[in-house]
């Protein structure tokens, strides 16, 4: 079992950052346990996509074009935490950002892989980026 606990949210103007943080432990959990971690925005009336992924494999992290050189996604193994750290802040950013775990599959440059693929999720925490 894998327990995710997500960080750093707040209220942020338009232009902003945030720096998000995913904590992740379990009985036997190691920083290879998963072998993707991403990033999920979860706003009202909108379907989940993934902004942000990364494996412990070594290789360029995949981005969703519309975060593409404002939001950077890096792991700490030690900690085994995953942190989002997002810059220039839209307000149709707002909402509830979830971190997941996909312990068999890992992403590339080329595949975030989806949602429902992603077996652990965390309670989320929000983001609100006002105009």
């Known amino acids: 079992q894998v327990q995710l606990v997500e960080s750093g949210g707040g209220l942020v103007q338009a232009g902003g950052s945030l720096r998000l943080s995913c904590a992740a432990s379990?009985?036997?959990?190691?920083?290879?346990?998963?072998?993707?971690m991403a990033w999920v925005p979860q706003a009202p009336r909108k379907e989940r996509d993934i902004v942000a992924a990364?494996?412990?494999?070594?290789?360029?992290?995949p981005y969703a074009d519309s975060v593409k050189g404002r939001f950077t996604i890096s792991r700490d193994g030690a900690k085994k935490t995953v942190y989002l750290q997002m810059n220039s802040l839209i307000t149709d950013e707002t909402a509830v950002y979830y971190c997941?775990?996909?312990?068999?599959?890992?992403?590339?440059?080329?595949?975030?892989?989806?949602?429902?693929?992603?077996?652990?999720w965390g309670q989320g925490t929000q983001v609100t980026v006002s105009s």
């Open positions: 990364t494996s412990w494999r070594a290789g360029t992290p």
């Open positions: 379990g009985r036997t959990y190691t920083a290879t346990s998963a072998a993707s």
């Open positions: 997941t775990a996909d312990i068999l599959n890992h992403v590339n440059i080329d595949s975030m892989g989806r949602p429902r693929n992603y077996e652990y």
